[in-house]
């Protein structure tokens, strides 16, 4: 779409205003506000050309005009300054990432914490894919609690799960040790997509004095290494997004934090994206129903090169773009150095 500079000046006034404001822009307001050197008069026909063009919109007759989603492409796309953090917010997100962190899953949950308190939106991060990792490691450890125990399970991509059950009376100590061994050698090396398709009972019969227990371990085992399949979904400051004046409807609020509370929904989302670099996806760009009125801005992040998950936020159309595309540049860079030092 071309478009004169005047147009240009206009249309990005008008954009820049909405987001700080989140109210109707009129063109007295753009001529007060912003030294374009022309009269509201001429700024009020430019804008009544770029509703023609599709690019802005009139909520009501008497009010002023908001951008469209065609509108915040252009905007986006052609019109966006360059921003960058200062070299204190730079400073501050490699102190976050200095903190002693031993497994992926609390970097990824720092990283989506760092990203909602930089940003004020709803932040989201995508593990790497466990159907492509292999089975590193399986430990049964007694705990002080009487019929208690903790199963630990390690992945090639650096997840540690664990969960603590119940086990019976008559198990000791000694009988979890055995348990550890046999699992660690039958299972020790597998693709997690092989362990899928295995029958996980043929490799227990070692074990058949404890039949009962390593039922129950190969329950835990399954929800442990997610056996369903697909990339972990992390997230934080789902509530941001009622801070926002365009989800005071209680029926647009519903839609979008019912999707958000939904792992698959979110996968579907991501991987909907391209598979490196930075992407955006503005309101009906973005296919799910629920985030009609939304944003979605997505980042990979690598592992000596390689791609292994995505991080982005989402909130209203009526977003700080340089802003979330600077903050999850700089994030994804740090992520991507903390992850190399955890897979060495």
């Not at 506000?33 to 919109?57: C, F, Q």
């Not at 979890?176 to 009972?201: C, K, P, T």
């Not at 939304?294 to 977003?319: F, H």
Request: aromatic content about 4%.
């Amino acid at each position: 779409m071309r478009m004169d500079a005047r147009k240009q000046k206009v249309l990005a006034a008008v954009i820049q205003d909405y987001i700080l404001t989140g109210e109707p822009v009129g063109s007295r307001t753009i001529a007060r506000r912003y030294n374009l050197g022309v009269s509201p008069a001429t700024i009020r026909n430019e804008m009544a050309d770029l509703e023609e063009m599709g690019l802005l919109e009139q909520p009501h007759t008497s009010a002023g005009r908001v951008p469209s989603d065609h509108g915040y492409r252009y905007y986006v796309d052609c019109l966006l300054p360059p921003a960058s953090l200062t070299p204190e917010e730079e400073e501050y997100v490699r102190r976050r990432y200095n903190q002693k962190m031993l497994e992926i899953e609390q970097v990824l949950a720092e990283t989506t914490r760092l990203i909602s308190d930089m940003t004020s939106y709803a932040a989201i991060a995508l593990g790497p894919d466990q159907g492509r990792a292999s089975l590193e490691q399986v430990q049964v450890l007694p705990i002080q609690a009487v019929n208690k125990a903790l199963l630990v399970a390690i992945t090639s991509t650096g997840v540690i799960e664990h969960r603590v059950f119940t086990v019976p009376g008559n198990v000791t100590p000694a009988d979890l040790e055995r348990i550890s061994r046999v699992l660690n050698a039958r299972l020790q090396g597998w693709a997690l997509d092989d362990l899928r398709r295995m029958v996980l009972g043929d490799i227990f019969r070692e074990l058949a004095q404890h039949r009962n227990l390593v039922n129950l371990v190969k329950e835990l085992l399954q929800q442990i290494l997610s056996l369903e399949g697909g990339e972990k979904v992390y997230r934080d400051g789902t509530l941001n997004i009622l801070n926002q004046p365009e989800f005071k409807d209680l029926d647009r609020v519903r839609g979008v934090l019912s999707l958000l509370d939904k792992d698959e929904a979110l996968r579907r989302i991501f991987m909907a994206m391209p598979a490196s670099g930075l992407t955006i996806r503005i309101g009906q760009e973005n296919r799910l129903e629920g985030i009609e009125n939304c944003s979605v801005v997505t980042i990979s992040y690598a592992v000596e090169g390689k791609i292994k998950g995505k991080v982005g936020l989402l909130g209203p159309t009526r977003m700080q773009y340089a802003r979330a595309i600077s903050v999850l540049r700089c994030v994804a860079d740090a992520l991507s150095q903390t992850l190399e030092q955890l897979y060495r």
